[in-house]
């Protein structure tokens, strides 16, 4: 993932003491070997086990169920720091097609759109001529469209100063509050999760007893869900919900193990702030990314020529796309949502491999591992 020369090439073991003075923060440190007196014909212990001769059988030994317990028996969590492999080169190609057709096409969408198209309405059927022709009344439609589309823009910009104040605001805290809840989850996640368990219970029955006794009171809900269906789903949410308490209980050995997860995954994030820029920074890029199709979708709609069409022996006069534009919407949409899962892949690759850099790093922290990741 990064290059040789700012990582060795040798993997590190997750259970490799002489290669980290501390040990991984999931992980335990291995048993102890037996003593040689329990065990005198037993190997010295290794990761991997020992190359048997084929010609010789194998000793028939009773199963030891500790030894098939041992975790440290299997193959170790290491991290390759060289560089990854470039892969999928026919998706790729076919990706980068998907995007050039999308962006060609568009780009012929804007130059050939019909200008007529804003204009439907002041067009009407010519007997005469058999098609549709632009009536005098236009200008003053057009009149009309701009004085009504004034009243819309003076409306609507109290509306969008207080938009713009919102955002404005919610970017300037958003980062201390990033930054708080990172060091409350690092130093007080057991009794964060501990604290935030009750509300799994008590949100779902307080709105389950909310609905029932504002259902009750209002006429129109009581007249038109008689009481004993409100009974019904009433104990039908109390189900659901001694379900989940069920699972709680049931998994409650496990919330140790969610409380440790949880405090080292905010300690890899406090030691990694530079993803909270980088994250945010290729969503930005993504809606950039957007903008130009969405522009052209619009635009598209505008190729097609006005038409006159027949019902019930009236003639009237509506808007005909070209035969292509449905074709283009489907190409466009669907290179949309696979950019938008090449965009989420590439945030799993960069979050996954910065982590790991941190987790399986020596005493210095690594260096350069995001944009490592990156490239």
């Known amino acids: 993932m990064g290059s040789t020369e700012e990582q060795p090439n040798k993997p590190i073991s997750l259970y490799d003491a002489s290669s980290s003075p501390s040990q991984p923060l999931l992980s335990k440190s291995p048993p102890p070997p037996p003593p040689p007196s329990s065990f005198p014909s037993s190997p010295p212990h290794h990761p991997f086990p020992p190359l048997e ?68 309405s002041s067009f009407t059927y010519d007997s005469n001529s058999t098609s549709c022709t632009e009536s005098t009344l236009s200008n003053s439609t057009n009149l009309s469209f701009s004085f009504s589309f004034s009243v819309l823009t003076g409306l609507s910009s109290s509306f969008s100063n207080s938009l713009i104040w ?70 039908f949410v109390f189900c659901i919900i001694a379900v989940v308490i069920w699972i709680f209980v049931v998994n409650w050995h496990r919330i140790e193990l969610t409380v440790e997860i949880i405090k080292i995954a905010s300690d890899a994030l406090y030691r990694n702030l530079g993803l909270f820029v980088v994250l945010p920074s290729l969503t930005i890029g993504l809606v950039v990314y957007y903008a130009p199709i969405v522009v052209f979708l619009v635009f598209s709609r505008q190729n097609g020529e006005i038409v006159a069409e027949e019902s019930s022996g009236v003639y009237s006069c509506v808007w005909k796309q070209d035969g292509w534009v449905p074709a ?31 987790y399986f790093s020596k005493d210095e922290p690594p260096r350069r591992s995001i944009r490592s990741c990156l490239r």
């Not at 799994?200 to 004993?228: E, G, K, Q």
Request: aromatic residues 18%; hydrophobic residues 50%.
């Open 53 to 120: 001769d084929p010609q010789t059988p194998p000793l028939s030994t009773p199963p030891d169920p500790e030894q098939d317990s041992d975790p440290t028996q299997y193959l170790q969590i290491t991290y390759n720091h060289s560089p990854r492999s470039f892969k999928d080169l026919p998706f790729l190609f076919l990706f980068l097609l998907f995007v050039l057709c999308t962006f060609a096409f568009g780009i012929f969408s804007i130059f050939h759109r019909n200008t007529s198209y804003s204009n439907l």
């Open 166 to 235: 919102v955002f404005v605001i919610t970017f300037i805290l958003a980062a201390p509050i990033c930054i708080l809840l990172l060091l409350s989850l690092k130093r007080y996640t057991k009794q964060l999760v501990y604290v935030s368990l009750p509300f799994f219970v008590v949100i779902p029955v307080f709105f389950n007893v909310y609905w029932f006794v504002a259902c009750t009171l209002s006429s129109t809900c009581s007249d038109n869900f008689p009481l004993v269906y409100r009974i019904l789903v009433l104990i």
């Open 328 to 358: 283009y919407y489907a190409l466009a949409i669907l290179t949309m949502l696979w950019s938008a899962a090449v965009m989420v892949e590439a945030q799993v690759f960069v979050i996954s491999g910065t982590i790991a850099q941190w």
